[in-house]
């Protein structure tokens, strides 16, 4: 598996795409602007408290106020509290919490009104960003993220990734763990710890330490509301979460990127400093990795794969349905149960992209074909999670129903990802598809006319005069690709009648 980060740089934001084995399968954005990330955290002071939702909200200077509810307090927010009070008054100036006096946890079933009052300052983490017309998703259970481990202020437990699977592993990393763990902070440790050595934990517990401080040093004489930890970049955290030995290349066009990128893997990642390259050619860098067509031909309605099938992906207030289609591929399997289990494999594995590509979240329904054996509902199921075992965010699925129905529940903590992928109809007023998206449905229908077709006919393929052009343009048109992959030439008829979304194919005798 070979795993590349390519990363576009303009004047107002910063696009992140990762490929694994050339493909697309995640698709970021940050712009200089966005004040309100996932773990920054904020000097907040807390609004209206609602009894009746157990919750309340505080003021973290976006326009709508964010949402802090009582399971997000922590159990350690008397803690917390006691110790913003002694930082902002400077009678407290020890920040590593050995000689703190913490305070007893809260009810967990207790009520927010005993808890918080309105005026009162208090510390924030964003949890999940503004979506749509609602504020940001707050805690006040602290977490400072590391490339190892996450550091947990006011906490004394220690618990291991669920992710690594060897008990005993898990429990080497507990021991090394606990040896390093500063008194007053509670550490989880990351599936990347796996494997790792004390000296690499303990530096990165020192770094995510010397975070904390920084942040503490900006307590005291601080108006509210004001972010006092801001969390890594995007392309920073991006390498931090996902930085492995596959990666191969990370290539960027901006220089200052270059450096800071380098810079970081110096410290997290040094073998991998030399993959660090930037892009020189005239050709834009996301059409030189192909990821601009990746992107027209990957968030539309419809969703092409392999052997004809394909997925029509709906989005409504409540939920997101995917339905998965045949298509018109031709039946090579031995039954209609075997075609069914085939194309409901390909879905999984391109569902499972769309999830991280699209970053849906929320409740996802999935209408796969029927299949009747159980067995194979289960290979579905097997495969479906293993293709999802690759998605960091946390998610939950369901075993098949009969109906071939499968749930999905994955976390959102940003907007979903929504790319216009239609262009101005050329025919009349409104929208279609981008002629690249066309164009994958054309070559998918060709690689099935191909296999039908006898040798001994000659293949035309009648579309719109426009897309006739866009067809045949230059020397190394798209039309003498097919040529070289199909050892055919294909004629292509301009149909002034035809509307831009049609086509047809046609064979004549030699």
Same mark, same amino acid.
């Given at each position: 598996?070979?795993?590349?980060?390519?990363?576009?740089?303009?004047?107002?934001?910063?696009?992140?795409?990762?490929?694994?084995?050339?493909?697309?399968?995640?698709?970021?954005?940050?712009?200089?602007?966005?004040?309100?990330?996932?773990? +920054?955290?904020?000097?907040? !002071?807390?609004?209206?408290?609602?009894?009746?939702?157990?919750?309340?909200?505080?003021?973290?200077?976006?326009?709508? +106020?964010?949402? @802090?509810?009582?399971?997000?307090?922590?159990?350690?927010?008397?803690?917390?509290?006691?110790?913003?009070?002694?930082?902002?008054?400077?009678?407290?100036?020890?920040?590593?919490?050995?000689?703190?006096?913490?305070?007893?946890?809260?009810?967990?079933?207790?009520?927010?009104?005993?808890? @918080?009052?309105?005026?009162?300052?208090?510390?924030?983490?964003?949890?999940?960003?503004?979506?749509?017309?609602?504020?940001?998703?707050?805690?006040?259970?602290?977490?400072?993220?590391?490339?190892? #481990?996450?550091?947990?202020?006011?906490?004394?437990?220690?618990?291991?990734?669920?992710?690594?699977?060897?008990?005993?592993?898990?429990?080497? #990393?507990?021991?090394?763990?606990?040896?390093?763990?500063?008194?007053?902070?509670?550490?989880?440790?990351?599936?990347?710890?796996?494997?790792?050595?004390?000296?690499?934990?303990?530096?990165?517990?020192?770094?995510?330490?010397?975070?904390?401080?920084?942040?503490?040093?900006?307590?005291?004489?601080?108006?509210?509301?004001?972010?006092?930890?801001?969390?890594?970049?995007?392309?920073?955290?991006?390498?931090?979460?996902?930085?492995?030995?596959?990666?191969?290349?990370?290539?960027?066009?901006?220089?200052? @990127?270059?450096?800071?990128?380098?810079?970081?893997?110096?410290?997290?990642?040094?073998?991998?400093?030399?993959?660090?390259?930037?892009?020189?050619?005239?050709?834009?860098?996301?059409?030189?990795?192909?990821?601009?067509?990746?992107?027209?031909?990957?968030?539309?309605?419809?969703?092409?794969?392999?052997?004809?099938?394909?997925?029509?992906?709906?989005?409504?207030?409540?939920?997101?349905?995917?339905?998965?289609?045949?298509?018109?591929?031709?039946?090579?399997?031995?039954?209609?149960?075997?075609?069914?289990?085939?194309?409901?494999?390909?879905?999984?594995?391109?569902?499972?992209?769309? #999830?991280? #590509?699209?970053?849906?979240?929320?409740?996802?329904?999935?209408?796969?074909?029927?299949?009747? !054996?159980?067995?194979?509902?289960?290979?579905?199921?097997?495969?479906? !999670?293993?293709?999802?075992?690759?998605?960091?965010?946390?998610?939950?699925?369901?075993?098949?129903?009969?109906?071939?129905?499968?749930?999905?529940?994955?976390?959102?903590?940003?907007?979903?990802?929504?790319?216009?992928?239609?262009?101005?109809?050329?025919?009349?007023?409104?929208?279609?598809?981008?002629?690249?998206?066309?164009?994958?449905?054309?070559?998918?229908?060709?690689?099935?006319?191909?296999?039908?077709?006898?040798?001994?006919?000659?293949?035309?393929?009648?579309?719109?005069?426009?897309?006739?052009?866009?067809?045949?343009?230059?020397?190394?048109?798209?039309?003498?690709?097919?040529? @070289?992959?199909?050892?055919?030439?294909?004629?292509?008829?301009?149909?002034?009648?035809?509307?831009?979304?049609?086509?047809?194919?046609?064979?004549?005798?030699?």
């Amino acid at each position: 598996m070979k795993t590349e980060l390519i990363i576009r740089s303009n004047s107002s934001d910063i696009d992140f795409a990762l490929l694994r084995d050339g493909k697309l399968i995640e698709l970021n954005n940050e712009t200089t602007d966005n004040k309100f990330s996932v773990g +920054d955290i904020f000097l907040a !002071k807390i609004g209206k408290v609602l009894t009746g939702l157990n919750a309340s909200f505080v003021n973290v200077g976006y326009p709508k +106020d964010g949402f @802090l509810h009582y399971h997000d307090l922590g159990a350690q927010v008397n803690s917390l509290n006691t110790f913003i009070k002694k930082v902002s008054t400077g009678k407290y100036k020890e920040f590593t919490l050995k000689n703190f006096r913490k305070e007893e946890d809260i009810n967990k079933d207790g009520s927010i009104k005993d808890v @918080l009052k309105t005026g009162q300052n208090l510390l924030v983490q964003i949890v999940k960003e503004p979506i749509s017309t609602k504020g940001p998703r707050l805690s006040s259970e602290l977490s400072i993220a590391g490339r190892f #481990l996450v550091l947990v202020p006011f906490s004394n437990r220690v618990s291991v990734s669920q992710k690594i699977a060897d008990p005993k592993e898990k429990e080497r #990393l507990k021991r090394l763990a606990k040896s390093i763990k500063p008194k007053g902070f509670g550490v989880i440790l990351r599936t990347v710890a796996e494997g790792k050595k004390v000296a690499e934990l303990d530096k990165d517990l020192q770094n995510s330490l010397d975070r904390w401080k920084t942040m503490c040093k900006r307590i005291p004489n601080t108006n509210t509301p004001t972010k006092i930890l801001s969390e890594l970049n995007r392309a920073s955290s991006i390498l931090r979460d996902v930085m492995n030995e596959t990666f191969t290349s990370i290539v960027t066009n901006d220089e200052t @990127l270059k450096v800071e990128i380098k810079e970081y893997l110096q410290e997290i990642y040094p073998e991998k400093e030399k993959i660090v390259k930037l892009h020189r050619s005239t050709v834009p860098i996301f059409e030189k990795y192909g990821i601009e067509r990746q992107i027209k031909t990957s968030f539309g309605k419809t969703v092409s794969m392999s052997k004809g099938a394909y997925l029509v992906i709906e989005h409504t207030e409540a939920l997101h349905v995917i339905d998965v289609n045949s298509g018109n591929r031709s039946n090579k399997a031995g039954s209609q149960e075997d075609t069914a289990l085939e194309v409901n494999l390909i879905s999984a594995t391109e569902i499972a992209r769309q #999830l991280q #590509l699209r970053d849906m979240g929320g409740i996802i329904v999935i209408d796969f074909i029927d299949m009747h !054996k159980a067995e194979n509902r289960n290979k579905l199921y097997q495969h479906l !999670k293993e293709q999802m075992a690759l998605d960091r965010t946390k998610h939950k699925i369901l075993p098949p129903s009969k109906f071939g129905l499968v749930q999905i529940t994955r976390q959102r903590v940003r907007p979903e990802l929504s790319i216009k992928t239609t262009e101005a109809n050329p025919n009349k007023d409104g929208q279609v598809e981008a002629p690249i998206v066309l164009l994958d449905k054309i070559e998918a229908d060709l690689e099935k006319f191909m296999s039908n077709s006898k040798n001994n006919k000659k293949i035309q393929l009648h579309v719109h005069p426009f897309i006739a052009a866009y067809l045949t343009k230059g020397v190394n048109s798209i039309r003498f690709k097919w040529y @070289l992959k199909h050892k055919k030439w294909i004629t292509i008829i301009p149909r002034d009648a035809y509307t831009y979304l049609y086509y047809r194919f046609k064979t004549i005798k030699s």
